[in-house]
């Protein structure tokens, strides 16, 4: 199956180099059939606004988008 934008990942690994043009890479579990893909970190969005997680990943994609 192909990769959504509404399916819901878990981090499990930020890789050692950063691409240029996308940044960080992580590494990503998919949660519905626990297949692995690697993703730019900005293009991920945290669950849980209340979650420092969401506000971190919030701050790294503003400034990557507009300052990098």
């Known amino acids: 199956r192909q990769m959504c934008i509404r399916d819901r990942y878990k981090i499990m690994k930020i890789e050692d180099e950063i691409e240029e043009m996308v940044g960080i890479i992580v590494k990503v579990k998919r949660l519905s059939d626990r297949n692995f893909f690697h993703l730019p ?3 991920l969005k945290a669950n ?12 790294y994609s503003f400034w990557f988008v507009n300052w990098r």
């Not at 420092?52 to 919030?58: H, K």
């Open 41 to 43: 970190l900005a293009d």
């Open 48 to 59: 849980d606004p209340e979650s420092v997680a969401y506000r971190l990943l919030e701050d």
